[in-house]
């Protein structure tokens, strides 16, 4: 809005303009008035001055009536010239018979005895009347006065002549003209005078409205500061004061607003869900920047005023008509086609007035990529579980019904039938225990036995134990490979902080596995370094070695490279499972590479800050 009005387009200029008008007005209209009575006043008073005396026109009945025309004419020339009225232009004596017998024009006394051709004279002396007229002489411009008074005898009332009187008028209005100058000159002055007056006073009167003005467009700026001055209890100082508490409250209203647009924003801006709203036609308006991460999208630019099942690429499926109207009120939509790998819930509202207008629509999005994937785990748990039970249940049915069938009685086929029964159910026991221990993780009450151990020492008094083992299976020929075991350890010694037996049980786990695949005269190689505030172990065998597409599901639980070999190895498919929760829960990670028929190497990464033994005695010594 533009607040620099020019001085015309002001209301001030108005206010004066109609004041001025109408003094204009008033003036012309009492001109118009005055001129018009002051023309008249002047005719009459003019019209009364050129009259001829009453003994004059007796006398020139009297000559009119006498036999000798020529005495009466001179008589009549005599009676003319003793008229003295410079208003007058000329005085003609008609008879009766039309006749010119005098005249007091010099000019023109070649006209007296021939016809008068005037028809006021004619119809004078024919109806009795008198007759005057105003004419124009178009010859010399000049305005004449016309009066034609019939003369009557007195013996016996008979028309005997008439007498034509010309007057110039040009005196009168000379006068009329000239007192009508003065007029228009006196209101001009008057309307110039009112005019500045009413500029003045409009100027007095639009003060408070100007600043009324101006407070409402700092009001519509945002600026609340300034106040109109309230100059009396009038219309426009009560509207001064209104208009106070208007920027009163609008400054309230707005600091609601944007006190609620700020938490508004604060809420969408921190939500964990996405949120999307729309106009009436379904394009969205309004998106938070969860609803931007959900989406994959950098800028809120790059959404606001598309179609809402473009942005969530259902517009094959639904219309936003049938989002608002039906009762589809939530979906699930997979973003794996567009390279994101989420899965995300929406929940549709639309926004509706009281009237029942609705006028946009509010979508909720949800990811819910974790509670869907650790469904579909649940689901293959529960179906791997079945299955993992389900073999050796269905082997040691099969035993026992052999055994019940008399199997029993025959003393070399029983042993070998309850040995199998044995081994199935240590093996079901083994997977029970592994399942309640996952559980116990997975539900948070597995507690740890911290403590600070030298894990240089720890790891070769496991691998000493794996060492064993091997020399007694080469003693007994229990065994039908051979391999052996290579330590690259660091020379330093690192303390650790981790528990002992879970700890002890992973690297056992990983070195079960090593010695289950690798071939006979296999190696399996174990190190440790340090590096980064980090101790870092591997595992390395040569055995089969592990498919790539198979590397990122390695720690599933019941997951095996081969099924077949893996059950018949006794192997519950658990182990890597339990492996990656421990290390998970000392701080650390777990990870393997590998090359399919090159062998696998396992890695443990735990966090280690160095301890100094000799520094920390010190301290105690000091303190005590």
């Given at each position: 809005?533009?607040?620099?009005?020019?001085?015309?387009?002001s209301?001030?200029?108005?206010?004066?303009?109609?004041?001025?008008?109408?003094?204009?007005?008033?003036?012309?209209?009492?001109?118009?008035?005055?001129?018009?009575?002051?023309?008249?006043?002047?005719?009459n008073?003019?019209?009364?001055?050129?009259?001829?005396?009453?003994?004059v026109?007796?006398?020139?009945?009297?000559?009119?009536?006498?036999?000798?025309?020529?005495?009466?004419?001179?008589?009549?020339?005599?009676?003319?010239?003793?008229?003295?009225?410079?208003?007058?232009?000329?005085?003609?004596?008609?008879?009766?018979?039309?006749?010119?017998?005098?005249?007091?024009?010099?000019?023109?006394?070649?006209?007296?005895g021939q016809?008068?051709?005037?028809?006021?004279?004619?119809?004078?002396?024919?109806?009795?009347?008198?007759?005057?007229?105003?004419?124009?002489?178009?010859?010399?411009?000049?305005?004449?006065?016309?009066?034609?008074?019939?003369?009557?005898?007195?013996?016996?009332?008979?028309?005997?002549?008439?007498?034509?009187?010309?007057?110039?008028?040009?005196?009168?209005?000379?006068?009329?003209?000239?007192?009508?100058?003065?007029?228009?000159?006196?209101?001009?002055?008057?309307?110039?005078?009112?005019?500045?007056?009413?500029?003045?006073?409009?100027?007095?009167?639009?003060?408070?409205?100007?600043?009324?003005?101006?407070?409402?467009?700092?009001?519509?700026?945002?600026?609340?500061?300034?106040?109109?001055?309230?100059?009396?209890?009038?219309?426009?100082?009560q509207?001064?004061?209104?208009?106070?508490?208007?920027?009163?409250?609008?400054?309230?209203?707005?600091?609601?607003?944007?006190?609620?647009?700020?938490?508004?924003?604060?809420?969408?801006?921190?939500?964990?869900?996405?949120?999307?709203?729309?106009?009436?036609?379904?394009?969205?308006?309004?998106?938070?920047?969860?609803?931007?991460?959900?989406?994959?999208?950098?800028?809120?630019?790059?959404?606001?005023?598309?179609?809402?099942?473009?942005?969530?690429?259902?517009?094959?499926?639904?219309?936003?008509?049938?989002?608002?109207?039906?009762?589809?009120?939530?979906?699930?939509?997979?973003?794996?086609?567009?390279?994101?790998?989420?899965?995300?819930?929406?929940?549709?509202?639309?926004?509706?007035?009281?009237?029942?207008?609705?006028?946009?629509?509010?979508?909720?999005?949800?990811?819910?990529?974790?509670?869907?994937?650790?469904?579909?785990?649940?689901?293959?748990?529960?179906?791997?579980?079945?299955?993992?039970?389900?073999?050796?249940?269905?082997?040691?049915?099969?035993?026992?019904?052999?055994?019940?069938d008399?199997?029993?009685?025959?003393?070399?086929?029983?042993?070998?039938?309850l040995?199998?029964?044995?081994?199935?159910?240590?093996?079901?026991?083994?997977?029970?225990?592994?399942?309640?221990?996952?559980?116990?993780?997975?539900?948070?009450?597995?507690?740890?036995?911290?403590?600070?151990?030298?894990?240089?020492?720890?790891?070769?008094?496991?691998l000493?134990?794996?060492?064993?083992?091997?020399?007694?299976?080469?003693?007994?020929?229990?065994?039908?490979?051979?391999?052996?075991?290579?330590?690259?350890?660091?020379?330093?010694?690192?303390?650790?902080?981790?528990?002992?037996?879970?700890?002890?049980?992973?690297?056992?786990?990983?070195?079960?596995?090593?010695?289950?695949?690798?071939?006979?005269?296999?190696?399996?190689?174990?190190?440790?370094?340090?590096?980064?505030n980090h101790?870092?172990?591997?595992?390395?065998?040569?055995?089969?070695?592990?498919?790539?597409?198979?590397?990122?599901?390695?720690?599933?639980?019941?997951?095996?490279?081969?099924?077949?070999?893996?059950?018949?190895?006794?192997?519950?498919?658990?182990?890597?499972?339990?492996?990656?929760?421990v290390?998970?829960?000392?701080?650390?990670?777990?990870?393997?590479?590998?090359?399919?028929?090159?062998?696998?190497?396992?890695?443990?990464?735990?966090?280690?800050?160095?301890?100094?033994?000799?520094?920390?005695?010190?301290?105690?010594?000091?303190?005590?």
């Amino acid at each position: 809005m533009n607040s620099k009005l020019k001085f015309y387009q002001s209301i001030r200029f108005k206010i004066a303009l109609v004041f001025a008008l109408m003094l204009m007005l008033t003036l012309e209209c009492v001109g118009a008035v005055f001129v018009r009575q002051l023309e008249h006043q002047n005719l009459n008073t003019f019209k009364q001055s050129i009259e001829l005396p009453s003994y004059v026109d007796n006398s020139l009945s009297t000559q009119l009536a006498r036999s000798d025309t020529k005495k009466a004419n001179r008589q009549i020339k005599q009676i003319l010239s003793e008229v003295n009225n410079n208003n007058i232009s000329e005085i003609r004596v008609v008879d009766n018979k039309g006749t010119i017998r005098g005249t007091s024009n010099a000019d023109n006394r070649e006209t007296i005895g021939q016809k008068s051709t005037d028809q006021a004279v004619k119809a004078t002396l024919l109806n009795n009347r008198s007759h005057s007229e105003n004419v124009y002489d178009n010859a010399n411009h000049t305005r004449y006065y016309i009066n034609v008074v019939p003369l009557v005898d007195s013996s016996n009332n008979n028309v005997i002549g008439a007498v034509y009187l010309r007057a110039s008028l040009e005196t009168v209005y000379s006068n009329i003209n000239n007192i009508t100058l003065i007029y228009l000159s006196a209101a001009l002055i008057t309307i110039a005078i009112g005019l500045v007056l009413a500029i003045l006073i409009s100027q007095e009167i639009t003060r408070p409205i100007e600043e009324m003005r101006k407070q409402t467009l700092r009001i519509a700026r945002g600026d609340f500061s300034g106040q109109v001055r309230v100059l009396g209890n009038d219309e426009l100082g009560q509207l001064a004061g209104a208009v106070n508490n208007l920027s009163v409250r609008v400054e309230e209203a707005q600091e609601s607003t944007d006190s609620e647009r700020r938490r508004l924003d604060s809420v969408l801006s921190h939500m964990s869900d996405g949120v999307l709203a729309t106009d009436r036609r379904g394009n969205v308006t309004i998106v938070n920047n969860m609803a931007l991460q959900l989406l994959g999208v950098d800028h809120e630019d790059d959404l606001i005023g598309k179609s809402i099942i473009d942005v969530l690429n259902i517009r094959h499926d639904y219309t936003v008509r049938q989002l608002v109207n039906t009762e589809q009120r939530e979906m699930i939509i997979d973003t794996a086609n567009d390279g994101s790998n989420l899965i995300l819930r929406a929940y549709f509202s639309p926004i509706q007035r009281e009237s029942g207008f609705v006028s946009g629509l509010v979508c909720v999005l949800h990811d819910v990529t974790s509670q869907e994937k650790e469904e579909r785990e649940r689901k293959q748990f529960v179906s791997n579980v079945s299955h993992e039970l389900r073999t050796p249940l269905t082997s040691v049915h099969s035993y026992v019904e052999a055994l019940s069938d008399g199997a029993w009685k025959n003393k070399d086929v029983a042993p070998k039938f309850l040995e199998v029964i044995q081994g199935e159910t240590d093996r079901m026991i083994r997977m029970i225990n592994d399942l309640l221990s996952l559980s116990r993780m997975d539900a948070g009450t597995t507690k740890l036995n911290l403590e600070y151990v030298n894990i240089k020492e720890l790891l070769n008094y496991i691998l000493d134990r794996f060492d064993m083992i091997i020399k007694k299976e080469e003693e007994d020929g229990s065994s039908n490979k051979k391999y052996s075991i290579e330590r690259h350890f660091t020379e330093k010694d690192l303390w650790v902080e981790i528990d002992t037996d879970k700890f002890t049980q992973v690297i056992d786990n990983i070195m079960n596995n090593a010695i289950k695949y690798s071939p006979d005269g296999g190696i399996i190689t174990v190190r440790l370094l340090e590096t980064h505030n980090h101790v870092i172990m591997s595992i390395a065998d040569q055995g089969l070695g592990i498919p790539r597409k198979d590397l990122g599901r390695i720690f599933d639980r019941f997951f095996r490279v081969d099924k077949a070999r893996s059950r018949k190895q006794g192997g519950t498919g658990l182990g890597l499972a339990i492996s990656k929760e421990v290390i998970n829960m000392l701080g650390g990670q777990i990870w393997v590479d590998s090359v399919e028929g090159h062998g696998s190497t396992f890695y443990i990464s735990l966090p280690y800050v160095p301890y100094d033994e000799e520094d920390d005695w010190d301290d105690q010594e000091a303190e005590s």
